[in-house]
């Protein structure tokens, strides 16, 4: 029996978050894909911080959880059914994914940055209703648009950060050619250090990496940092006068350190999102120090300039992995990605599983 003719199975094991504090493992069946969607299954997936706050919130920002939600974006996996129609990758390439379906609306956008574009849906997002169920799960249908074939020597486990990587090279690509420039990175986890290592590629030539704790800061000189700061070390942050600043805590705390820490004339790129509503924080010192603050949201086509820099070894983000979990220890690996104390990205692995439970809440 051929791949294309290869009976699919019926339903899969999938985390889904059903209300704040109501994660599970539930057995989801599985839908007939469409003639332009390929089956993957899924080896790897990243927890975002999106992923946490559906779990503990019951939303993410303003996408408030109406109904359960298949959680994840950040995934990695190899396609066991190609598409109908013949188009993308084939039986047993190994794939990326971007999670990003860009939509227009009633709000303007430029057209080069679908980022932008009002209607855009996303992986495992509540933003819309009905919800966009994201790929934490053993199989999932996915537009070949969305899949990023891998070339050889990329091992699926760093594919996972892929999609962070990107949100982190976009960001970068907001403050221009950092080349030969003295960089600041307010908040080390994990879009923090993937910052870090990508700054290291482009060139910059001082890289300092700022955070409350020792872990992030560990894991982001082994990414790149030249120096480590406190971020209760506001005199030294102030001291830095860096050329650009990646501000990727996502908090008002952490703007304000960036405003002072860069240099007069130098560029702000805001990655980390705060939350809504007013924020405090030193606008008079931007205006009169001529800073440019400028936003950084998800990314474009960046994720092929990360997949090519993985290939070439020219970008080293594997550090940023610190834990690993199966599936059936879902809850377990949300509680350890949520203490960034301790832990970077923490991962959940699809595939090397014991029995898992698919009825109720995990205990």
């Not at 009976?7 to 839908?31: F, K």
């Not at 089956?39 to 019951?58: A, K, N, P, Q």
């Not at 920002?61 to 959680?71: C, H, T």
């Not at 949300?334 to 029995?355: I, M, R, Y």
Request: glycine share 10%; aromatic share 4%.
């Amino acid at each position: 029996m051929s791949p294309e003719t290869e009976a699919l199975p019926v339903s899969g094991p999938a985390l889904v978050a059903h209300a704040a504090g109501d994660l599970r493992i539930d057995e989801v069946p599985m839908a007939r894909p469409a003639a332009d969607e390929a089956v993957v299954e899924v080896r790897y997936g990243g927890i975002c911080g999106s992923d946490l706050h559906y779990w503990l919130h019951g939303a993410a920002g303003e996408s408030i959880l109406k109904d359960p939600l298949v959680l994840g974006h950040e995934i990695s996996g190899v396609v066991v059914r190609p598409a109908a129609n013949g188009a993308g990758p084939q039986v047993g390439t190994a794939v990326a994914v971007h999670p990003a379906t860009p939509g227009p609306g009633a709000a303007k956008y430029p057209a080069d940055r679908p980022n932008l574009s009002p209607g855009c849906t996303y992986l495992g997002s509540a933003a819309r209703h009905p919800h966009t169920d994201g790929a934490f799960s053993r199989y999932v249908n996915l537009p070949v648009r969305m899949l990023r074939a891998l070339p050889e020597g990329i091992d699926l486990r760093t594919a996972a950060l892929i999609e962070p990587a990107s949100v982190a090279w976009h960001a970068v690509s907001r403050a221009g050619d950092v080349k030969g420039k003295s960089a600041l990175v307010i908040g080390s986890g994990p879009i923090g250090a993937l910052a870090v290592a990508v700054l290291k590629r482009a060139g910059a030539a001082r890289i300092t990496a700022v955070d409350l704790h020792p872990k992030p800061l560990e894991i982001a000189k082994a990414v790149g940092a030249d120096q480590v700061i406190n971020a209760a070390d506001t005199a030294a942050i102030e001291a830095v006068e860096a050329d650009v600043v990646i501000e990727s805590s996502g908090n008002h705390h952490g703007l304000a350190s960036a405003i002072r820490g860069a240099v007069r004339g130098g560029i702000v790129v805001m990655v980390g999102l705060l939350p809504t509503g007013l924020q405090p924080v030193p606008i008079s010192l931007a205006i009169t120090r001529e800073l440019e603050l400028k936003g950084s949201f998800r990314f474009n086509d960046e994720i092929d300039d990360v997949i090519a820099a993985l290939a070439d070894g020219s970008l080293h983000i594997e550090p940023v992995i610190t834990h690993q979990f199966p599936l059936a220890q879902a809850l377990h690996a949300f509680e350890v990605a949520k203490d960034s104390t301790t832990s970077g990205k923490v991962l959940l692995s699809f595939t090397s599983e014991g029995p898992l439970p698919v009825r109720g809440a995990l205990g």
